[in-house]
């Protein structure tokens, strides 16, 4: 029993951070049709940006989070202004390939600027766990929770209570009649790829120093995206939330139960069992069935 | 026209090693005939069909671990039962490799194409990682990071010629190209046929092709087994040849450097993926003694985009286009794309 409250509370942690990553992924699936191949890259951009502001140049720990988000944006609008604006009305397969060439010079490059050594980032938290009962966990882990749920907090916010929020709906529901609404299609498709980017590179940044950065992170944070995405349904962000929570929470069993070394494999039975029942996910909006 | 130039290039491969003795060139057209047979399998899902299999590696990983396995034999515990497999000749291997890959082309094709969009794709790059997780972890049966070592070689038993193994490159080089020349023709025909019309009418228009009788998800399906079958052959090839795989043959970079091939070449073209794997098979021998691997792979990913938003037909429908303008039917990519000109009578 106590070991299994262990597991709960590390999907909790590891699911929050989960949750970023689906909805970064899964805002920009919705709202644009793009399947975002570098949202891994940015994962990974989170991570190496803590290590660099905070272990290099000597910056406090919160202020870096704080800039690796505020990073992760504005690469994802650069991406989104140099290589998807031209791309306008391509075909996803298209797109696809842009991205898929965008995700190879990312990993590269970072794989040319930190090595293939992975960096471990010391954060400010105290190195003893928090002990409740049978689960101990640290502090810097309760920390990733709760500054991930105020992030999903403020997307939600963001999505439901402002006026970008509502311009982004209205371009999810019909780009061309938002257009014609006066909604500035260019600039809502800028603020959705650094939005759903600056998420994944929080996610980035907060896991980042709970286990290391390391340049081919980007892709099981991809994958794991997917899956994500996928059991919630493509384009629905309380399914990408609560994707996240379940993805890790049978990451978290199975490495438990079954294997350690299958942890990173769940998600592919997640998708594999979700195209199976239930091909449009949990939340799906309708999805043509072939 | 195109005909005669398809001939003189293939007398040209097939008297290439009379002339060219070094072994190193010879290893380096065996490697890129293997990819390109396996691009050449891509393009005919990727292509004909517009779907993106981004674990194509998958297939011809499994490939290559099965004919490995087969003919070097293996004994393994599931739980109460041990299956001891004695090996078995290579060709049993190669057909093994081929029959497996395309069941699990079949599986995949079958969960993914029951949804459209891009979940073929999310599905396939999965499929390749778990793959290599399982070459990984299993290393009861695949030796995990440790490779499978000692690999035969390819043996063709002829009835009443008896058994040829073949060592040396020559050999190797005839077979590949024997593979490659049988894989492009099967495309060919396959394409050409009715099979091949539903698939570019179904890549075009999909609710057309459903109200004229096509039944779409069916001939997905089929390409997906096709495809993964043939990637197969080529894994059973590079198996065989090189003698040591270990699961960095998943590695996402090598479907990366067959989508390239195609993409570059021309997608749905038969040309395309030969062009493109002879460019992306040698280039990176010449660039590896002035550019490190990282600067190798931003140089592909550079090039992907630069394709994609200044040649998207690929190198292949460009050419043709120059050299036989009017005697060209545009290609199905064309078709889709192309835009009545205004003013002009259609």
Known sequence: ????????????????????????????????????????????????????????????????LVLALLGGMALGALIEIVLLRPMRGADIDTTMLVMIGAWIIMQNLEMLTWGGVAKAVVTPFPEVPLVIGSVSVSYLRVFVLVMALVLIAATYFLINRTKLGKAMRATFQDADTAALMGVSINRIYTATFAIGSGLAAAAGALLGPV???????????ALKSFAIVILGGLGSITG?????????????????????????AMGFVIIILVLMFRPTGLFARAERIG | MRRAFALVFLAFLLTLPLWLQDPYLLHILITTGIFTIAAMSLNLLLGYTGQLSLGHVAFFGIGAYVSALTTLGFDVDIGPWT???????????????????????????????????????IVTISFAEVVRLVALNWVDLTQGPLALNNIPAFALSVPGLGEHTLWG????????????????????????????????????????????????????????????????????????????????????????????????????????????GLIFGTLPVLLRSYLGPEFQWIFYGLFMIFIVFVLPQGIVPAVEQRLFPSTRE?????????????????
């Open chain 2, 83 to 121: 299956f001891v497999h004695e090996p078995w000749p290579v060709m049993a291997g190669f057909v093994l490799a081929v029959l497996i890959s395309g069941l699990c082309g079949y599986l995949i094709g079958k969960l993914s194409f029951r949804v459209r969009g891009a979940y073929f794709v």
């Open chain 1, 211 to 221: 286990f290391l950065a390391f340049p081919t992170m980007g892709d099981l944070a």
């Open chain 2, 169 to 276: 490159k020559v050999p190797n080089y005839y077979l590949v190209l024997a593979v490659a020349v049988a894989a492009y023709i099967l495309i060919k025909r396959l394409v050409g046929s009715r099979i091949g019309r539903a698939m570019v009418a179904l890549k075009e228009n999909e609710s057309l092709a459903v109200s004229v009788g096509i039944d779409v998800t069916r001939y997905l399906v089929l390409a997906a087994i096709i495809s993964a079958a043939l990637a197969g052959a080529a894994g059973s090839l590079y198996a065989h040849y090189v003698k040591i795989i270990d699961p960095e043959i998943f590695l996402f970079i090598y479907t990366v450097t067959m989508v390239i091939m195609v993409v570059a070449g021309g997608k749905g073209t038969l040309a395309g993926p030969v062009v493109g």
């Open chain 2, 330 to 346: 545009p290609p199905p990519e064309a078709l889709a794309t192309v835009e009545p000109a205004k003013g002009e009578p259609q």
């Open chain 1, 1 to 64: 029993m106590g070991q299994f409250l262990q597991h709960l509370v590390n999907t909790l942690i590891l699911g929050g951070t989960y949750a970023l990553l689906g909805i970064g992924l899964t805002l920009i699936f919705g709202i644009m049709r793009v399947v975002n191949f570098t949202h891994g890259e940015l994962y990974a951009f989170g991570a190496y940006a803590v290590f660099a502001l905070s272990m290099l140049l000597g910056a406090n720990f919160f202020l870096a």
């Open chain 1, 240 to 264: 990408a939330t609560i994707g996240g929570f379940i993805l890790a929470f049978v990451e978290e069993l199975g490495a438990g139960y079954v294997s350690s070394g299958y942890r990173d």
